[in-house]
């Protein structure tokens, strides 16, 4: 039994590719760090990817059989890549007999499930070299203004431009917090979460819409008013450089001991 196989046989290939992208990215990332144990790697790959795709794991509109496909993605493509979560490989091997209970994926999927459990709970083969780099690639366009949840908060970001021939998005965040996404109404007039450019990113990976991890959600489409208040100074930088799983901690800096506010509340 190969990674591959048991990825096709979960007959949901955008959120694989949406994952895979993610694991691909974010290793060789981590990868190219020097002098870096093994040790050190996987506890800088692991976290922010079960971060991110706990919003989808969470999420209250989103059906058991989905999220049952995500935790067995999750765990096979964590192996793929030479790493292993106990929780994560629990939660996946769980999810099989589920499949399998309730007859949601193929003949093929329940005869080889035992192969399945064997091959998440062995031990991963760690890379030799780095993955390849997906391709950069966004589909979202100046003016939409987005909501990116990180451990049950909400914040919201304008798309100011995107980089290159659709390469990546530039953002800047409003300012506030939310314990939902907020609508544009509540947003519309808002300043910038920063002054000086220090709330705008370019973010490499901010790529499938709607986003499979359901941590990327579009509020609203082709806005022209942009947070105000976050100008650029004469001579200093445009915009900082990062990438999803990166812009993770980005945000908790940026919005470091702020109280999530309900959407309906105006913040002070």
């Known amino acids: 039994m190969k ?15 949406a994952m895979d992208e993610d694991l691909a990215r974010w290793v ?7 002098g870096s144990s093994r040790s050190e790697v996987e506890q800088a790959v692991i976290p922010p990817v079960l971060l ?17 496909v995500a935790r067995v993605a999750l765990a ?13 490989t629990a939660d996946a ?15 093929a999927f329940e005869r080889q499930s035992p192969e399945i459990k064997k091959l998440l709970e062995s031990a991963p083969v760690p890379l030799t070299r780095r993955p390849r780099r997906p391709r950069t690639l966004s589909f979202l366009r100046p003016g939409d203004v987005i909501s990116f949840e990180l451990s049950g ?16 998005p530039v953002i800047e965040f409003y300012a506030g917090t939310f314990t939902r996404p907020p609508t ?25 819409v709607p986003d499979p991890a359901h941590q990327v959600l579009i509020i609203e489409a082709q806005q022209p008013q942009p947070p105000h208040g976050g100008d650029t100074l004469p001579g200093g930088g445009l915009w900082a450089m990062s990438d999803l799983m ?7 800096g940026l919005f470091a001991d702020r109280p999530a506010h309900g959407p309906a509340e105006a913040l002070e």
Not at 52 to 68: Q, S
Not at 160 to 168: K, P, V, Y
Not at 184 to 208: M, N, P
């Open 3 to 17: 990674h591959q196989q048991i990825l096709e046989k979960l007959a949901a290939r955008g959120l694989v590719r």
């Open 28 to 34: 060789g990332h981590r990868m190219r760090c020097p």
């Open 52 to 68: 991110r795709w706990r919003c989808l794991l969470d999420a209250e509109d989103i059906g058991p059989v989905t999220k049952n």
């Open 76 to 88: 096979t493509l964590l192996h793929k890549y030479g790493f292993q979560d106990p929780g994560t």
């Open 93 to 107: 091997l769980r999810a099989v007999d589920e499949l399998n209970e309730g007859v949601v994926l193929s003949d």
């Open 153 to 168: 908060r909400f914040h919201a970001a304008f798309v100011r431009e995107m980089n290159g021939a659709n390469e990546f």
């Open 184 to 208: 544009w109404a509540e947003l519309s007039g808002r300043a910038a979460a920063a002054e000086h450019a220090r709330a705008r990113f370019g973010v490499v990976g901010l790529t499938h």
């Open 246 to 252: 990166s812009l993770q901690e980005d945000v908790r």
